[in-house]
């Protein structure tokens, strides 16, 4: 499933509250991007109980419940987990990831929110969720006539929600300050390999993992900085997060390097502060400057001058780091009036990149 249309966070609240009463609704999105928490705050939201199942952990019988023969004849009985007195928010977490056998157990449920002879109290709502076939995670192809029983939605990440969550649930500030200086690390597609990758899920995390070191009230070894970052997030972003902490000292260093208050860092010592630097500054340069050349405001003037200055100063230091900024191998660049300047002032650096 890869619908055309994508929905942050706040926009599927709203999804939820509006149609999840009426009709089922199927959450679809990358692992970690925060589906189950939101399901769960919807719950709470609407004042109902959620019960979650994971699909790829049941059988048949978890849905439709076992026989039992009263007065001669045999009856199912549901789970005690699905069969409720007072009306609650029914999860199913995964539900792609199980069999065909428990998809079809799901039929009655998803559709008429019965089981059998038994029907979920009225005002329940029932919720699904799963990860796409491009998410490299166990999905199996989900029958047409489930698919066809749902309302489906496809979630993604935004920084700037994230962000503002964060702050209120009191994540680790040197995770919420990073991630507000390089939103786009946020998050990455799920790689083909088996190696941790940048979700919020991760960056939650990590927040944690550095609560627990007491990262921030007593001093942590580099080494053990990056293991921890390595060991939850995507290497390139874990390794410019430690380089990100250790110019904590002066959290405006970019800021003052643009001003002329500052210089790159120089020494070989401080390479990945270098990096990390370059980086910002060429998400700082993406962000700020506008398409149209003729839609700059004084600010942008003034970040469009000293750009040129500072990525030739950049290329003198290190030349690999100064072609990284100019860089256009990624679906985000640079202006094309910003670059075409640059050719103009430094050919060689934009000739070789």
Request: include cysteine.
């Amino acid at each position: 499933m890869n619908l055309p249309i994508y929905v942050t966070p706040w926009e599927l609240t709203e999804v939820l509250l509006n149609i999840a009463p009426v009709r089922p609704v199927f959450i679809w999105g990358a692992p970690g991007i925060g589906k189950s928490s939101l399901v769960e705050q919807f719950a709470e939201t609407v004042g109902l109980p959620c019960v979650s199942l994971l699909g790829s952990q049941l059988a048949p019988e978890d849905i439709i419940g076992i026989p039992q023969v009263k007065d001669g004849v045999s009856e199912f009985l549901p789970p005690k987990m699905i069969a409720r007195k007072e009306p609650y928010v029914l999860f199913l977490d995964e539900l792609n990831a199980c069999s065909q056998e428990v998809q079809k157990a799901f039929y009655s449920l998803i559709y008429e929110k019965r089981v059998g002879e038994y029907h979920l109290p009225e005002g329940s709502i029932v919720v699904g969720a799963g990860n796409r076939t491009q998410d490299s995670a166990i999905v199996k192809t989900m029958s047409s006539a489930l698919l066809n029983r749902m309302f489906h939605v496809q979630m993604k990440t935004d920084a700037r929600q994230w962000l503002e969550w964060a702050y209120e649930n009191g994540i680790h500030p040197w995770v919420a300050d990073y991630i507000a200086q390089r939103p786009d690390h946020l998050f990455v597609a799920p790689p083909k390999t088996e190696e941790p990758f940048s979700t919020p899920r991760a960056w939650h995390m990590l927040s944690d993992i550095l609560k627990e070191y007491g990262a921030g009230e007593k001093e942590i070894s580099e080494d053990t900085l990056r293991m921890l970052a390595y060991g939850c997030i995507s290497a390139s972003h874990a390794g410019m997060f430690a380089a990100y902490t250790k110019q904590l000292g002066n959290k405006n260093l970019l800021n003052d390097i643009i001003k002329g208050t500052a210089k790159w860092p120089a020494k070989p010592a401080d390479r990945d502060v270098l990096y990390f630097l370059a980086q910002s500054f060429r998400a700082k340069l993406i962000h700020d400057l506008p398409e149209n050349k003729q839609k700059m405001n004084r600010e942008a003037q003034f970040l469009a001058h000293r750009g040129k200055a500072l990525i030739k100063e950049l290329s003198s230091i290190n030349y690999e780091i100064a072609q990284m900024v100019v860089a256009e191998e990624d679906e985000e660049r640079l202006p094309d009036w910003f670059m075409v300047e640059i050719v103009r002032d430094l050919p060689r650096l934009v000739r070789t990149a």
